[in-house]
């Protein structure tokens, strides 16, 4: 039910963003809504944790408006038996929504950007990472050239064994531009130790040289800033692609980090979720006790988020910066079973 209701809202948030995005372009009217439905798995991925607290806390409501709770116990099932049951049905969900739904939800958002892409100002260019290094086609801004630029090693503001490929529209070669480094910085791209091979087989050799490009290194860096839109073994293959060509896979690994602890995470938002019910019976509104588990939720989802931020630094290793706040509520979780039976 809670599912129900979040992609309801999901979907209403998603479609005014979505007509917003295409209301200058020349799109069919059922584009920003088929957008907006491949879009919601990934949404309710990522709220996942908080879709189980208030889960769990509407089974107690349930539990306790029909008077289960005391039928549970007179028939031996006290507090503790009830929170481990929900709480390894959660582990299991969390691993079959990784191995499954992610998976799901990652080709559908690759769907979805790939849709939106063709609708774009930059629909003509390309860049991707892969084993050979990093590759990137676009065109001149009077659409008159192609270029096809290829570099070895990637670090910061930097191209290495630069090679950039100059064609015409019929693909026919007009020349080859070799550098050994280029700062790209900025779009306008300094080449440094360049040689510059042209069709009539003559060669010029210079000391620096400028390119001007549709890409600069915060456009590169971010290729793949939308990881969400690939699985978890591209995802690997990513991390190996970016150590191939020596540049940071911190994101990567920190998506993947995120992922592998999700059923744990699941599952202590899972034990969460029964604690506050079983503790706070006292509390008689409904109301009141739902907007203390959405509190509950804010607060755990900041302490991942500044975790995470001091990964993404470097200030922390990545697995830590991931796995930290997961043992911090672990801790919490560990108190509050400690004397769960005597309420």
């Known amino acids: 039910m809670i599912i129900l209701i979040f992609m309801f809202l999901s979907f209403f948030l998603n479609i005014f963003e979505e007509i917003k995005y295409f209301e200058n372009k020349n799109s069919e009217i059922y584009i920003p809504i088929l957008l907006t ?3 919601i798995p990934s949404i309710l991925f990522e709220i996942l944790p908080f879709i ?3 889960g769990v806390m509407f089974f107690f409501i349930s539990l306790y408006d029909r008077d289960e709770i005391e039928l549970f116990k007179s028939n031996g099932i006290n507090n503790f ?4 049951i929900i709480s390894i049905v959660s582990l299991i969900l969390g691993i079959l929504l990784i191995i499954l739904y992610y998976s799901f939800s990652a080709n559908l958002k690759s769907l979805y950007l790939n849709i939106k892409y063709k609708y774009s100002n930059t629909s003509d260019h390309l860049a991707i990472v892969n084993e050979d290094g990093l590759w990137i086609k676009e065109k001149s801004n009077d659409d008159t ?3 096809i630029i290829s570099a070895k090693n990637y670090k910061m503001n930097t191209l290495e064994n630069l090679e950039i490929t100059e064609l015409d529209n019929d693909y026919k070669l ?3 531009i070799v550098s ?3 700062n790209i910085t900025e779009k306008n791209w300094v080449l440094s130790d360049v040689k510059i091979y042209s069709n009539d087989r003559k060669t010029q050799k210079l000391k620096n040289y400028q390119y001007s490009s549709s890409f600069n290194e915060k456009i590169i860096s971010n ?3 939308n990881l969400n839109s690939l699985n978890i073994l591209q995802l690997i293959e990513l991390k190996e692609n970016y150590k191939s060509i020596g540049y940071s896979s911190t994101e990567v690994r920190l998506h993947l980090n995120k992922i592998y602890c999700l059923p744990i995470y699941l599952t202590l938002t899972t034990i969460i979720g029964a604690l506050l019910m079983l503790r706070l019976t006292f509390i008689k509104s409904k109301f009141f006790l739902v907007v203390i ?3 509950v939720s804010v607060i755990f989802y900041y302490i991942n988020y500044f975790s995470i931020l001091f990964g993404k630094n470097e200030t922390l290793p990545v697995e830590l910066s991931v796995w930290l706040p997961q043992i911090l509520i672990f801790l919490i979780c560990t108190l509050g079973l400690t004397r769960l039976n005597e309420y």
Do not use: E
């Not at 038996?81 to 481990?84: D, E, V």
């Open 37 to 39: 439905i491949l879009n």
């Open 52 to 54: 189980f607290l208030l």
């Open 81 to 84: 038996n009830i929170t481990s």
């Open 145 to 147: 050239k192609i270029f």
């Open 174 to 176: 007009i020349s080859t």
């Open 180 to 182: 050994s480094k280029a």
């Open 223 to 225: 290729l793949y800033s």
């Open 293 to 295: 588990g959405v509190l």
